[in-house]
C-alpha cells in the first residue's frame, strides 16, 4: 500500500489502529490523524483481557516505511493494554524504518501495560524512527517515552525521543524503553527541561536494561539537528 491516510475519531476494542487493525504486508507514504478510544460494548460488558492499540497499526507483521501518526489514544475499561503512538506491537519478521509518531496516550486502568510513545512492545525491528508527545499513565505498566517493552527479539536502532512528558504512577517507566530484553543501539532521548520535556515516574520502578542497551541523553536542539532527524524524516 502506497500513500494511504486517514484522519477522524475511532472508538472500537481489542486490534484497533488508525489506518489497520493488523498489517501483513508492505505500506509506504502512509499518514493517520486523529483520535483512537476503547470502549465497552453497549451493556459495558468487557469484550477482551486484552487490548492493542496503534496509531498507525495495532499489529505489525510485515514492513512499514516513511509513514507517520498524529494521535490521541484513550483508553479507560479493566482490560490490559498494549499501546503505542505508531504501532501497539511489533511481531515476528516486522521491520518499520523512517517512520515518527506524535501522539498523546493517556490509559487510567488494566495491569501489565505496556506503553511506549512509538511501540508498546516490540518484538521485531525498528530503524531511524522518533516519538514525541505526552503519555500519562495511572494504572501498572511498563511505560516508555520510545517503547514500553522490547523483547528478546526485538531491536530498536538509530531511534530517539524528541520531546516527551511523561507520567507514571505505578510499575516500570524508562525516558526511552521501560524493559528492554533485546538490542538497544544508537537510541536518544532528549534532556529533561521544565517546559517540553520531563519524567516524572512516580512510585514506577526504574525500568529493567537485561539486552543490550546503548541509550543517551541529548539536548533537544542536538537531536533536533543531527542526521537522525533527517532519517526518520525521510
Given at each position: 500500500?502506497?500513500?494511504?491516510?486517514?484522519?477522524?475519531?475511532?472508538?472500537?476494542?481489542?486490534?484497533?489502529g488508525?489506518l489497520?487493525?493488523?498489517n501483513?504486508?508492505?505500506?509506504t507514504?502512509?499518514?493517520?490523524?486523529?483520535?483512537?478510544?476503547?470502549?465497552?460494548?453497549?451493556?459495558?460488558?468487557?469484550q477482551?483481557e486484552?487490548?492493542?492499540?496503534?496509531?498507525?497499526?495495532?499489529?505489525?507483521?510485515?514492513?512499514?516505511?516513511?509513514?507517520?501518526?498524529?494521535?490521541?489514544?484513550?483508553?479507560?475499561?479493566?482490560?490490559?493494554y498494549?499501546?503505542?503512538?505508531?504501532?501497539?506491537?511489533n511481531?515476528?519478521?516486522?521491520?518499520?524504518?523512517?517512520?515518527y509518531?506524535?501522539?498523546?496516550?493517556?490509559?487510567n486502568?488494566?495491569?501489565?501495560?505496556?506503553?511506549g510513545?512509538?511501540?508498546?512492545?516490540?518484538?521485531?525491528?525498528?530503524?531511524?524512527?522518533?516519538?514525541?508527545?505526552?503519555?500519562?499513565?495511572?494504572?501498572?505498566?511498563y511505560?516508555?517515552?520510545?517503547?514500553?517493552?522490547?523483547?528478546?527479539?526485538?531491536?530498536?536502532?538509530?531511534?530517539f525521543?524528541?520531546?516527551?512528558?511523561?507520567?507514571?504512577?505505578?510499575g516500570?517507566a524508562?525516558?526511552?524503553?521501560?524493559?528492554?530484553?533485546?538490542?538497544?543501539?544508537?537510541?536518544?532521548?532528549?534532556?529533561?527541561?521544565?517546559?517540553n520535556?520531563?519524567?516524572?515516574a512516580?512510585?514506577?520502578?526504574?525500568?529493567?536494561?537485561?539486552?543490550?542497551?546503548?541509550?543517551?541523553?541529548?539536548a533537544?536542539?542536538?537531536?533536533?539537528?543531527?542526521?537522525l532527524?533527517?532519517d526518520a524524516?525521510?
Amino acid at each position: 500500500i502506497d500513500r494511504e491516510w486517514g484522519s477522524g475519531s475511532i472508538r472500537a476494542y481489542q486490534y484497533v489502529g488508525g489506518l489497520f487493525g493488523r498489517n501483513l504486508g508492505n505500506v509506504t507514504e502512509a499518514m493517520y490523524g486523529g483520535k483512537i478510544q476503547y470502549y465497552k460494548d453497549d451493556l459495558g460488558t468487557l469484550q477482551y483481557e486484552y487490548t492493542t492499540i496503534g496509531g498507525l497499526a495495532a499489529l505489525n507483521y510485515g514492513s512499514i516505511g516513511q509513514s507517520f501518526a498524529a494521535t490521541t489514544v484513550y483508553g479507560a475499561s479493566d482490560t490490559s493494554y498494549n499501546v503505542g503512538g505508531f504501532v501497539g506491537q511489533n511481531l515476528d519478521e516486522a521491520k518499520i524504518a523512517a517512520c515518527y509518531a506524535i501522539s498523546t496516550i493517556v490509559v487510567n486502568s488494566g495491569s501489565n501495560n505496556r506503553i511506549g510513545g512509538f511501540v508498546g512492545t516490540n518484538q521485531a525491528m525498528i530503524q531511524s524512527c522518533y516519538a514525541s508527545g505526552e503519555i500519562t499513565m495511572q494504572a501498572k505498566a511498563y511505560v516508555g517515552g520510545f517503547a514500553g517493552y522490547n523483547d528478546k527479539s526485538g531491536s530498536i536502532l538509530r531511534s530517539f525521543v524528541a520531546t516527551m512528558k511523561l507520567s507514571a504512577t505505578e510499575g516500570y517507566a524508562g525516558q526511552f524503553v521501560a524493559e528492554n530484553l533485546g538490542t538497544t543501539r544508537k537510541a536518544y532521548y532528549a534532556l529533561p527541561d521544565e517546559t517540553n520535556n520531563y519524567y516524572n515516574a512516580g512510585a514506577a520502578e526504574v525500568g529493567s536494561m537485561k539486552g543490550i542497551t546503548e541509550v543517551t541523553a541529548k539536548a533537544q536542539d542536538e537531536l533536533l539537528q543531527n542526521d537522525l532527524l533527517s532519517d526518520a524524516l525521510y
